[in-house]
């Protein structure tokens, strides 16, 4: 890809220092300002203030107040602001932890939260508010990603997208390699299973050779290995999970979910028709958000046995673009009592690309026999709570969802792993 070295890490991407993420240097502007006790305000410089138990090499699950009187571990959700990354909040919000959200917007503070929450603004394409994020912190998890327009994310047109992307997944590294002590974080970070690219079997499960064939799947999967390799260097303790289109409900205004499904019932709320590409029959595995983010926090709660690959996860059951379609103009119509929109078919546009037509499942048993996940919400279910929400105004903000950018007819976000088109 354009601007790649033999390593993978984008040029110009600093090593350390001043410049960081694949950019020239920042001026490294950001807040921080928490809930309870372990309040910490800074100016997105330095590694951040205030102490935290060096855990060494364990994680496992946190659910109770450390009987030691020891401080519970510090966990940085980058993204947090996002579609996924709002959901991977609420959740570890229930925890007692130290939970610190960090994105360029604000980041709400889950309702009910047990953990002590910090909110920090940053720009972590700037490396000193990157390492005053995570240079604390027992465990990280990575929702950045940044998307472009319908052709970019196609193509390696975009440098800020490798940027983002790549650069600053190298410069994380570059920041807890050269952290002092023995402190090896663990870290789950959110891949697409479109990483595998124009495979020949319809069901994935994680064995195939990867040939990624977009910009943003080239991204992903360098992205991935920066951390998997640094992961087998001891400097950090790494799982990528590559998730297939993930929809659902958003939790706050800001982190609207921007993919197909969110998509198609705002068109069909209006009373605008659903356009489908060809004849509908293009298929996907769709993953509530809900599941996902509980499979992020099931990596991170297993990450003992799960760091150093890469785990597919996904509902195994294949939906095609026109039977969803069909379900959300009827659901809409059951919410609104008017006659369900048309469903129609439109040739695909002139930049649509092979990977939009191919479809696959994804097959996620051995992420399954490893940690006892499985998806609970029914897509029907899932669905009808996304259409609710969205006819009640929830989530119809900004769209600010995952993946990839949605189309007519049907080049949805392919990916479930990813904040909002900036970093955060």
């Not at 090499?57 to 946190?62: A, E, I, K, L, N």
């Not at 290995?225 to 800001?254: F, I, K, M, N």
Request: charged content about 20%; overall charge neutral; aromatic content about 4%.
């Amino acid at each position: 890809m354009p601007g790649e070295t033999a390593t993978g890490r984008p040029s110009g991407t600093s090593t350390g220092g001043s410049g960081g993420a694949g950019r020239p240097a920042d001026t490294g502007s950001g807040s921080c300002a928490g809930t309870g006790t372990g309040t910490r305000s800074s100016a997105g410089t330095g590694t951040g203030t205030g102490s935290s138990t060096d855990t060494g090499t364990s994680w496992g699950p946190v659910r109770d107040r450390p009987s030691d009187g020891a401080a519970p571990p510090r966990v940085a959700v980058l993204g947090a602001s996002g579609f996924l990354g709002s959901a991977v909040a609420a959740m570890l919000a229930r925890r007692h932890l130290r939970l610190r959200l960090v994105a360029r917007r604000p980041s709400a503070v889950p309702a009910g939260a047990v953990a002590d929450v910090e909110v920090c603004e940053a720009d972590l394409t700037d490396t000193a508010s990157l390492a005053a994020a995570v240079g604390d912190v027992d465990a990280i998890v990575h929702l950045v990603c940044h998307r472009s327009g319908a052709r970019a994310w196609r193509t390696d047109d975009d440098p800020l997208g490798e940027w983002v992307n790549v650069g600053m997944v190298h410069a994380l590294v570059d920041i807890l390699r050269a952290a002092p002590g023995t402190r090896r974080p663990a870290c789950v970070f959110a891949g697409s299973a479109s990483q595998v690219g124009l495979t020949a079997r319809d069901r994935v499960d994680g064995t195939e050779e990867d040939h990624p064939a977009s910009g943003y799947d080239r991204h992903k999967s360098l992205a991935e290995r920066a951390l998997l390799d640094a992961t087998r260097e001891g400097v950090l303790r790494a799982v990528s999970l590559r998730l297939p289109t993930v929809y659902g409900e958003s939790r706050t205004p800001t982190a609207a979910d921007g993919g197909v499904v969110t998509a198609m019932a705002r068109r069909a709320l209006a009373g605008e028709p659903l356009t489908v590409w060809r004849d509908g029959t293009i298929g996907r595995d769709l993953l509530h958000v809900d599941d996902a983010a509980r499979a992020l926090v099931t990596g991170l709660d297993r990450v003992g046995e799960l760091a150093g690959r890469h785990w597919v996860v996904g509902t195994g059951r294949m939906t095609t673009l026109g039977d969803l379609f069909r379900t959300v103009a009827r659901l809409t119509a059951d919410t609104t009592g008017r006659p369900p929109v048309p469903v129609v078919t439109v040739e695909p546009p002139d930049h649509a690309t092979p990977v939009d037509f191919h479809s696959f499942t994804v097959d996620a048993t051995a992420f399954h026999r490893a940690t006892a996940w499985a998806p609970r919400v029914p897509l029907h279910v899932g669905l009808s709570r996304t259409v609710s929400a969205l006819a009640r105004g929830e989530g119809a903000g900004e769209a600010l969802g995952v993946g990839r950018p949605s189309e007519a007819g049907g080049a949805e976000r392919l990916g479930g792993s990813d904040t909002a088109g900036r970093s955060g």
